[in-house]
């Protein structure tokens, strides 16, 4: 039972435009929604988060938005640099269960100059 | 944030064999998970490492195939035993800042990439 599901495992975006990658869950307990970026060769690195009581939390040139109705949440990148290049994990936990994080697919973002 | 080193980075191993990924954290954390990330799949939770006790395991993994140790706030390990090749997976240890409530703001270290012939 694929809890999260990231449906697109590659996206390309032009540098300087937006990128937007998205991600579905299905477990309406979820508290806390992340989004993790991965390098070839690296672990993940911590990107953004949003609680659940939230619909917007911006760091940046990067946005989450979370949608608890049709349980969808999308990243948006703006503007899009060559840096941003990896993999994007969707990620989800309970309160208080934070290390028990049940993970998306990853979808690949290359982004072209 | 925190800084975690794990060792070997990458391994082949032959079917039967056991083998033990070491991870180091540069400071005091309060939880310490062990993550596998096999070939084209995303990353599934096998187990917490318990500072002085055992470890507590998710569902389908078993204390026998992945004993865990972590004899003190910083330091863990992880064995994969009796290793077939559908154990060729990267092995990742991850940590929580200390403090706060527990939101998923983990650390990772760089993984382990295990092969299995």
């Known amino acids: 039972d694929q809890q999260v599901k990231q449906n697109s495992p590659s996206l390309s975006v032009q540098e300087g435009r937006i990128s937007i990658l998205n991600c579905d869950y299905t477990?309406?307990?979820?508290?806390?929604f992340l989004w993790y970026k991965k390098y070839p060769a690296e672990g993940p690195t911590f990107l953004i988060s949003?609680?659940?009581?939230?619909d917007k939390n911006e760091d940046g040139r990067f946005t989450v938005f979370l949608n608890k109705s049709a349980k969808h949440l999308s990243l948006h990148i703006v503007p899009s640099q060559p840096g941003d290049s990896a993999v994007y994990f969707c990620a989800a936990s309970r309160y208080n269960q934070g290390g028990k994080l049940i993970f998306g697919q990853g979808t690949e973002l290359s982004v072209k100059p | 944030s925190a800084v975690i080193s794990q060792k070997p980075s990458r391994d082949i191993c032959q079917r039967g064999t056991s083998l033990t990924i070491q991870c180091q954290v540069d400071?005091?954390?309060?939880?310490m998970f062990w993550y596998r990330q096999q070939p084209g799949q995303s990353l599934t939770l096998i187990a917490t490492?318990?500072?002085?006790?055992?470890?507590?395991?998710e569902s389908g993994f078993v204390i026998d195939k992945f004993p865990i140790s972590r004899p003190n706030l910083t330091f863990s390990t992880l064995t994969v035993s009796n290793m077939s090749p559908e154990d060729s997976s990267i092995y990742l240890c991850s940590a929580e800042r200390a403090g706060g409530p527990s939101t998923g703001e983990l650390f990772f270290g760089e993984g382990s990439r295990l092969t299995v012939l």
């Open positions: 490492a318990n500072q002085g006790s055992e470890a507590t395991y």
């Open positions: 477990n309406s307990m979820f508290d806390y």
């Open positions: 949003i609680s659940s009581i939230k």
């Open positions: 400071s005091q954390v309060t939880m």
